[in-house]
């Protein structure tokens, strides 16, 4: 990225405001601030910080200001002094994850649906981009969601454009085990339809929510299972993923099984599960009746 394209996103480090700390991680604390009487998400690079880490934070600016879509967190862009830091859209109501274990929260297939096209719309902004970025963290926490219910897909910190320079990179397994591809666990390159087995995870997420009217974590069901590192391996191994209710509308079940499919090559594309969104969307419409009563009272 050249210089001039770089001060596009250069912020004036003064002209933030910060109002209260909203969460911390291992790079960095995110605070929800003012920029220019706008609420904004700031995130701030730890002061004792090694060179790698403050790339990894400018590889994410590069990610963010490259891709502009309502399905991405908006980037106001980056500021060097007083503090390395970036400037986000606000999403009042957190993460997805946050918003599925909010136990007042009735979850309707209606709002389900929806979140499921805005979180794989969001996606299909990466995998179109020229060159393609490839999110390689995708969970239900790194999904926002906005005071008026639309999601956002964020945190880039582990993205990368699909890229010869990337190669070694990408054939390292990175990300959260419960929504790591299986190929991963052998060391092959990352590629778009591992981003989609992620996907298909916090689709096993949003409609278990529905159903069961409360949040499980992905594999909670197995009791053998003990630490996180165990899910990969089996995943890999024994094809083991999340029980499916079955409640489930089959048209959901057969996406999630599509999104979560151990060859990488048979997944679905993202306009191809939008396509497949759509037709539940409309299933449900026809027969709502028979889609509430697979909610358990």
């Known amino acids: ?24 991680g291992t790079s960095g604390d995110v ?7 706008k609420h904004v998400a700031i ?15 400018k590889k994410e600016f590069k990610i963010l200001s490259a891709v502009h879509d309502p399905g991405i967190v908006y980037f106001y862009g980056a500021s060097f002094k007083p503090k390395l830091c970036m400037v986000m859209e606000y999403c009042a109501r957190g993460s997805l994850y946050h918003v599925l274990k909010e136990e007042s929260l009735d979850l309707s297939w ?20 020229d060159p393609q970025i490839l999110h390689r963290d995708l969970k239900s926490l790194n ?3 906005t005071e008026d219910w639309h999601v956002k897909v964020a945190d880039f910190g582990l993205s990368r454009f699909d890229i010869a320079e990337a190669l070694e990179t990408l054939k390292q397994m990175r990300g959260t085990f ?56 089996q995943a890999a191994k024994d094809n083991l993923r999340p029980t499916t209710h079955a409640n489930c509308p089959t048209i959901l079940a057969d996406l999630i099984k599509a999104c979560v499919h151990k060859d990488n090559d048979a997944r679905p594309n993202c306009d191809e599960i939008l396509e497949v969104l759509i037709e539940a969307e409309q299933e449900y419409k026809a027969n709502k009746a028979k889609w509430d009563m697979a909610i358990l009272n």
């Open 1 to 24: 990225m050249s210089n001039s394209q770089n001060q596009d996103w250069v912020l004036d480090g003064k002209e933030l405001e910060y109002l209260k700390k909203l969460g911390s």
């Open 110 to 129: 209606e709002r389900a649906l929806q979140m499921a096209k805005e979180s794989t719309g969001g996606l299909n902004a990466l995998h179109t981009n």
């Open 178 to 233: 419960a929504y790591c591809s299986p190929e991963s666990y052998y060391g092959a390159k990352y590629t778009l339809r591992s981003d989609i087995y992620s996907l298909g995870i916090i689709f096993w997420e949003l409609f278990n929510r529905v159903i069961k009217k409360q949040y499980e974590q992905p594999y909670s069901e197995y009791k053998s299972i003990n630490f996180d590192f165990q899910i990969i391996i």
């Open 31 to 37: 605070y929800k601030g003012l920029y220019r009487s």
């Open 43 to 57: 995130k701030v690079l730890k002061e004792m910080t090694e060179d790698k880490e403050r790339d990894e934070f």
């Open 143 to 145: 999904l926002l969601v």
